[in-house]
């Protein structure tokens, strides 16, 4: 495994963002640079101790997804080649964390397809009967598989802040009726052919998030990360058992060490043992082998 990445510097492009993953460089005015890093977050926190090859894994994941839904939307990857913007060096480092995208107008919602009733989802129906004002049946469990997906849209916030859940009607009110209409409908055509694909390779896609963004024609584009751990909740099916809360080929290892700790989940977080990195680690990669295997 190579050298953990916690965060970049590149010596010819100026930095725009960093997120609690991602660090965006600008490219040209057109183009931006996203590179995954191998920091890991829990409760909205950027944890101290990163997560060796995550980054890389991660953008393996997403680039297969963009790949397998390019028929359903188009995407933001582009076909430049990232060795004439850097260095030897730092494209030794970039290659398999980083990917050259389109530069497009974010849309200030985050498009959340649950397909079963985990998180606060399952808060939500256990206060209310409904999730976002979607009214469900009476009886379900946790973690039970819905009737059919739902689309919950949730508002952006800021990095070390919680995204806010919202009703389908606010998301109209933030892009109007056609785009949230047209969101909605391909969100859940991505989830519909990833939960399809995914089943069958032994892993529920139990719920995710998508973003997206608009390109110069104002043509939706699907965006950010697609289908990863770190952007939905991943079960293996062999290990899956209505009325429990399922374990997860993401960060739940971490999640489960930091609430042995008398921490407030509040920055700066803890570092984190090794041999829980090592296990998360291990998840993520799993995830990324039963996902990517060529078929038989």
Same mark, same amino acid.
Not at 22 to 30: G, M, N, P
Not at 61 to 71: C, L, P, Q, R, T
Not at 255 to 264: P, S
């Given at each position: 495994?190579?050298?953990?990445?916690?965060?970049?510097?590149?010596?010819?492009?100026?930095?725009?963002?960093?997120?609690?993953?991602?660090?965006?460089?600008?490219?040209?005015?057109?183009?931006?640079?996203?590179?995954?890093?191998?920091?890991?977050?829990?409760?909205?926190?950027?944890?101290?101790?990163?997560?060796?090859?995550?980054?890389?894994?991660?953008?393996?994941?997403?680039?297969?997804?963009?790949?397998?839904?390019?028929?359903?939307?188009?995407?933001?990857?582009? /076909?430049?080649? +990232?060795?004439? =913007?850097?260095?030897? #060096? *730092?494209? @030794?480092?970039?290659?398999?964390?980083?990917?050259?995208?389109?530069?497009?107008?974010?849309?200030?919602?985050?498009?959340?397809?649950?397909?079963y009733i985990i998180g606060s989802g399952w808060k939500d129906y256990q206060q209310s009967g409904a999730i976002c004002g979607?009214?469900?049946?009476?009886?379900?469990?946790?973690?039970?598989?819905?009737?059919?997906?739902?689309?919950?849209?949730?508002?952006?916030?800021?990095?070390?802040?919680?995204?806010?859940?919202?009703?389908?009607?606010?998301?109209?009110?933030?892009?109007?009726?056609?785009?949230?209409?047209?969101?909605? /409908?391909?969100? +859940?055509?991505? =989830?519909?052919?990833? #939960? *399809?694909? @995914?089943?069958?390779?032994?892993?529920?896609?139990?719920?995710?998030?998508?973003?997206?963004?608009?390109?110069?024609?104002?043509?939706?584009?699907?965006?950010?990360?697609?289908?990863?751990?770190?952007?939905?909740?991943?079960w293996p099916l062999d290990a899956y058992r209505v009325g429990e809360s399922p374990v997860s080929f993401d960060k739940q290892?971490?999640?489960?060490?930091?609430?042995?700790?008398?921490?407030?989940k509040t920055p700066p977080g803890p570092e984190i043992p090794a041999d829980i990195i090592a296990r998360t680690q291990a998840?993520?990669?799993?995830?990324?082998?039963?996902?990517?295997?060529?078929?038989?």
């Open positions: 495994m190579s050298q953990p990445v916690f965060q970049t510097e590149l010596s010819n492009l100026p930095l725009l963002a960093r997120g609690k993953v991602r660090d965006i460089f600008q490219l040209d005015e057109h183009h931006l640079l996203f590179v995954t890093s191998d920091r890991i977050s829990a409760f909205d926190v950027i944890l101290p101790t990163p997560v060796p090859g995550k980054g890389e894994l991660l953008t393996q994941i997403s680039n297969f997804w963009f790949d397998k839904s390019s028929d359903l939307i188009p995407n933001h990857l582009t /076909d430049l080649d +990232l060795r004439d =913007y850097v260095t030897e #060096a *730092e494209f @030794a480092q970039l290659e398999k964390r980083s990917v050259i995208v389109k530069k497009l107008r974010p849309l200030p919602v985050e498009a959340i397809v649950r397909g979607i009214e469900l049946p009476a009886g379900l469990q946790q973690a039970e598989k819905l009737p059919q997906p739902i689309y919950t849209p949730s508002s952006k916030a800021e990095v070390g802040d919680h995204d806010i859940n919202i009703r389908f009607e606010d998301s109209v009110q933030l892009v109007g009726q056609e785009l949230a209409e047209q969101v909605r /409908d391909v969100s +859940l055509a991505l =989830y519909k052919m990833a #939960a *399809e694909y @995914a089943l069958g390779r032994g892993i529920i896609i139990a719920d995710t998030k998508f973003e997206f963004g608009l390109d110069e024609n104002d043509q939706l584009v699907l965006a950010d990360e697609v289908l990863t751990p770190d952007s939905s909740r991943f290892y971490i999640r489960d060490y930091l609430e042995t700790l008398d921490w407030d998840k993520y990669q799993q995830a990324y082998d039963i996902l990517t295997a060529q078929s038989a």
